[in-house]
């Protein structure tokens, strides 16, 4: 379900304008059910909602989750991939909505990156999309070991995407980031001092701003006959505060020798740390919770759980270091800058209440206490 707050993306309802490359014959609904896996069986739904599509055959299931159906067939002589929304979750039929509205805007201002072109949409529950044929970076969440080429193309290729500009009008915020760490928060994921270092650095970082996929896991990325990437699956992408798809990248790749030293690198050259520090905070922690979520024996979490807690570990000191750092340099520029007033032709001297100084106490001048207040702070000392 999403976030109040967060926004979907701004698409033409099915009553404002059906984009489509086919003719329906008739607007029937089509119960196509919201069970298990049919296997290669198509179930009997699908293919009496593909027959008000004269020239639409729904020829192979692909995947069936209880969330959508997936299909291979043609339109026509074109090779399609059929996707329709099964009846459930709420929140997927949002999912499902938000991808619909992004391959929307693709129709009309084509993006930076390969994307399968749009076919059909009833800009509600089925997108019937171009089909393309290729080998995807991986299988699962987290791939097997990748080549140095194979990084590289990934991280190219949400690159890509990230410096579209100017931006087509449409995209919103996916999620609201403070809303987000307050839940993470409330449910144990974070303590005080990690939800405050967060909420510091938020209130730097402005805006979300860049576009992201937001979903850039190994199976979405297809390596086309031709050499050319692609990514597929858009449910997930919008407005993220700089380098989401780069924190993602990160902690899914983090097998892999190198990937991180070579997503660290692009980090450090756009300048945006402090965003990339956020993501990834909210990355790690939704890791953390699929994970914690499987039970105490499960292979998965048994495999993965140590590593992805050691990167939080880390992640965690980078975090708390750069909001107490940004409070040190700030606190020193206020304790430079805002020099006491004094009236003209009148010394300025500091006041201290008679209960609260020795005798013998000597009052130092204004200039000998901002200098040593302004002194460096000792190594290991602590900033809150």
């Known amino acids: 379900m999403p976030e109040s707050g967060a926004e979907p993306v701004a698409g033409p309802r099915a009553s404002e304008g059906t984009v489509t490359l086919l003719t329906p014959t008739e607007d029937k609904p089509a119960n196509v059910g919201s069970g298990g896996s049919t296997g ?134 996916v999620f609201a980031y403070h809303k987000r760490i307050a839940r993470y928060h409330a449910a144990g994921y974070f303590t005080q001092d990690d939800r405050q270092a967060l909420e510091r650095l938020l209130a730097r970082c402005g805006q979300p701003r860049q576009l992201n996929h937001g ?79 499987l039970p105490e024996d499960h292979p998965l979490r048994l495999a993965r759980l140590p590593a992805i807690d050691a990167a939080w570990a880390r992640a965690r000191e980078r975090l708390l270091a750069a909001a107490g750092r940004r409070l040190l340099v700030t606190g020193r520029r206020l304790l430079v800058t805002a020099r006491p007033l004094a009236l003209p032709g009148r010394p300025f001297r500091v006041r201290v209440p008679a209960r609260s100084r020795r005798p013998d106490q000597r009052i130092p001048s204004t200039r000998r206490m901002i200098s040593r207040q302004s002194s460096p702070t000792p190594a290991g000392s602590s900033v809150n």
């Open 40 to 173: 290669r069986r198509v179930p009997p739904g699908l293919t009496a909602l593909a027959a008000q599509f004269p020239g639409l055959r729904v020829e192979e299931m692909l995947c069936h989750d209880g969330k959508s159906l997936v299909a291979a067939g043609h339109a026509d002589d074109q090779p399609v991939v059929i996707k329709v929304l099964a009846d459930g979750d709420p929140g997927w039929r949002h999912r499902q909505r938000h991808e619909i509205g992004v391959y929307q805007i693709f129709a009309e201002h084509p993006p930076p990156v390969r994307v399968p072109r749009l076919v059909h949409t009833d800009g509600y529950r089925i997108v019937v999309m171009e089909r393309l044929e290729g080998a995807t970076l991986g299988s699962g969440r987290y791939p097997r070991i990748l080549t140095g080429p194979e990084v590289l193309a990934a991280v190219t290729l949400v690159g890509r995407l990230h410096g579209w500009h100017p931006l087509p009008e449409g995209f919103r915020p």
């Open 215 to 293: 979903d850039p896991l190994p199976g979405n990325m297809v390596r086309l006959s031709s050499g050319e990437w692609a990514l597929l699956d858009w449910e997930f992408t919008g407005l993220f505060l700089p380098g989401f798809d780069l924190a993602m990248l990160s902690v899914l790749l983090a097998g892999t020798p190198g990937a991180t030293a070579l997503l660290e690198d692009v980090v450090r050259r756009t300048d945006a740390e402090e965003a990339y520090l956020v993501n990834l905070a909210v990355v790690l922690s939704r890791e953390r919770r699929i994970h914690l979520t």
